[in-house]
């Protein structure tokens, strides 16, 4: 499996950015997921064609239940990257009137399915179909997003043979292959989802590479937020509030990665809104020492991380 501890290290090119903030002349260092991506996609074609020669195409299957606009994106991009790595895409998507039973069956079917590999419902699903059953009936052998209990608990214990979550183990690798020591360091992380916040915490507090901090988690619960934002020397954001983060909530050269994704209106864009994250970026830039673009960031390690549990999950499948 792919594991930040276990990757070759490469530092990647810093880009600077200046800024000019009064006479004070500021910069902070930009952490881009594309470069990042790319040598990945390197590795990985490798492994896919020695899979190729065992008679072997990794297949992952995305399932979307309903048209969500963002998860629609979402689902192509998955699909896109699948494609362009020669790997089996199948995409399947489902009014959102479908039944809970109509997806759990089909889940069933993609378990028995040999020539699929790994196995996702994209979230959220509508309301009247309860994820945690859709969670559950996915094989965790074929559970790709690292979502199934099995997978969770690997985790948590530190197992190396379960699927780690793409979102928080993206942003891992995406910090080693900057040169980012979180080793004793104090981390904290805005937001406790089951994607990102949670298992975020859990990978960063572990024994060994890339880990080693010390892990605070706030909330939408936390009383007076800012005093402890103040004290992250990396601050990770997943709240889902667009330009959550101001630059009086950051410690000045402090490491910023922001998970969010969030379409705000915007009348100068052709598409009429436009992709902020969680962090005031403007701002925030002029005072962290590092900081993600959003897009151009967190998002990409997303998508890469699941090509790589997909091509794991192949290789388990074949016994390689
Ligand atoms: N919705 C937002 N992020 C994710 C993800 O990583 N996996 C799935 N299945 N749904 C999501």
């Known amino acids: ?60 299957a995305v399932i979307m239940v309903g048209d969500d606009p963002g998860s629609a994106v979402y689902v192509r991009m998955k699909e896109k990257e699948c494609i362009d790595l020669g790997m089996r895409s199948k995409t399947i998507r489902l009014p959102a009137d479908t039944s809970e039973a109509k997806l759990l069956g089909l889940i069933d079917e993609l378990n028995a399915d040999k020539l699929i590999h790994g196995l996702l419902v994209q979230m959220p699903v509508p309301k009247h179909i309860d994820p945690r059953k859709v969670i559950m009936r996915i094989s965790p052998e074929k559970d790709v997003d ?89 601050l990770i954001v997943a709240m889902g509030a667009p330009n959550f983060i101001k630059a009086d909530m950051v410690k000045e050269g402090a490491v910023v990665i922001d998970v969010g994704m969030n379409r705000v209106a915007d009348d100068t864009s052709p598409k009429g809104y436009r992709l902020v994250g969680d962090v005031d970026f403007e701002a925030v830039s002029k005072k962290a020492s590092a900081i993600t673009p959003v897009p151009g960031g967190v998002g990409i390690m997303t998508r890469i991380i699941l090509m790589v549990n997909t091509v794991t999950a192949a290789e388990r499948a074949k016994g390689g």
Do not use: W, Y
Not at 6 to 28: D, V, Y
Not at 47 to 57: A, E, F, N
Not at 194 to 222: E, F, W, Y
């Open 146 to 234: 690292g979502f199934h209990p099995v997978n969770v608990g690997k985790m948590l214990i530190g197992e190396t043979d379960g699927f780690l979550p793409c979102t928080p183990h993206g942003i891992q690798v995406l910090m080693e292959r900057h040169g980012i020591e979180t080793s004793g360091r104090h981390v904290v992380i805005c937001g406790r989802s089951n994607i990102v916040g949670k298992p975020m915490a859990a990978l960063l507090m572990q024994k060994g590479k890339c880990a080693d901090a010390t892990v605070t988690v706030c909330h939408s619960r936390t009383r007076d937020m800012p005093s402890i934002t103040r004290q992250a020397d990396i």
């Open 1 to 60: 499996m792919f594991r930040a501890r276990e990757a070759p290290f490469r530092k990647f090119k810093i880009i600077h950015l200046h800024f000019l903030s009064g006479t004070i002349h500021m910069t902070a260092k930009l952490i881009e997921g594309n470069a990042v991506a790319e040598a990945i996609r390197k590795d990985l074609r490798e492994r896919i064609s020695d899979l190729s020669k065992k008679g072997v195409r990794p297949g992952l």
